[in-house]
């Protein structure tokens, strides 16, 4: 089964961030839609790191919406292009 991600992100993004991405970055996923006040920040790190990664995943950037809104959006794009797709919730871990 394909994944659709949201991605809560509380907080500015670092690179130090990158490899929990590329962690995320994987066949099996179809979409990941970024929550946050900083989430274009994020969507571009994300599709910089799929390009290197060469692999295609659909991102899309939630300013501010609010959780329950991108997780919506992600069933709602999962139903559309009607692909059985478990959606996951993810935080961000702690980084230092």
């Known amino acids: 089964m394909k994944?659709?991600?949201?991605?809560l992100c509380d907080r500015q993004y670092a690179?130090?961030?990158?490899?929990?991405?590329?962690?995320?970055?994987?066949?099996?996923?179809?979409?990941?839609?970024i929550e946050g006040g900083d989430s274009q920040q994020w969507e571009e790190a994300i599709d910089w790191l799929c390009i290197e990664i060469d692999i295609f995943i659909v991102t899309t950037a939630h300013g501010g919406g609010g959780e329950d809104e991108a997780i919506?959006?992600?069933h709602g794009w999962a139903r559309?292009?009607?692909?059985?797709?478990?959606?996951?919730?993810l935080h961000l871990p702690v980084w230092q």
């Open 3 to 7: 994944r659709c991600i949201v991605l």
């Open 15 to 33: 690179h130090g961030y990158d490899e929990f991405l590329r962690g995320l970055i994987s066949d099996d996923v179809e979409l990941i839609a």
């Open 72 to 74: 919506a959006f992600a």
């Open 80 to 89: 559309l292009a009607e692909l059985p797709c478990k959606v996951d919730v």
